[in-house]
């Protein structure tokens, strides 16, 4: 039997990794990398997208109970832009009670197109204009619908 000796291994298999198992394994860690961080850039981006979707609707609904309340007996609306909506006191934006105002910031990533105003009946609480309001972040899309009857859903 032979007996194993230092002198039997070659000093090729003493060596650490090489350069190219070096690189192989680098490339592999940064495709990795890349694809959680587009992955969990998405997911950002579609909660923030249903977080303000929620928050809009809640407002518009928010709108319309006072205005169905005769609170400071007036109707109430909603006036969306890119960058904020604001909850008002008055039959038009363009009219309302300033002192009234509720103004929401929207993050950047989103669009808002659509209806850019909805101004709600006091008692009746119905809409001046119906449509939908229609938020994008990048390729997803939420709509906020409002119908001539006053129903506010999200789809």
Excluded: C, W
């Amino acid at each position: 039997m032979e007996s194993f000796t230092h002198q039997n291994f070659s000093k090729k298999n003493l060596g650490g990794f090489t350069l190219i198992e070096i690189l192989i394994v680098i490339s592999l860690i940064s495709i990795l990398i890349f694809f959680l961080v587009s992955i969990g850039l998405n997911f950002y981006k579609s909660q923030q997208l249903e977080s303000q979707a929620q928050t809009i609707l809640q407002i518009l609904r928010r709108a319309q109970l006072k205005a169905m309340a005769i609170e400071f007996d007036s109707s109430f609306g909603v006036y969306l832009t890119n960058s904020n909506y604001t909850l008002y006191k008055g039959s038009s934006y363009a009219t309302r009670d300033l002192q009234y105002d509720e103004v929401f910031e929207l993050p950047e990533i989103i669009n808002v197109k659509g209806l850019s105003e909805v101004v709600f009946s006091k008692s009746e609480g119905k809409p001046n204009i119906t449509g939908n309001i229609i938020l994008t972040a990048d390729s997803q899309q939420k709509i906020i619908n409002i119908n001539e009857i006053g129903r506010i859903n999200l789809q």
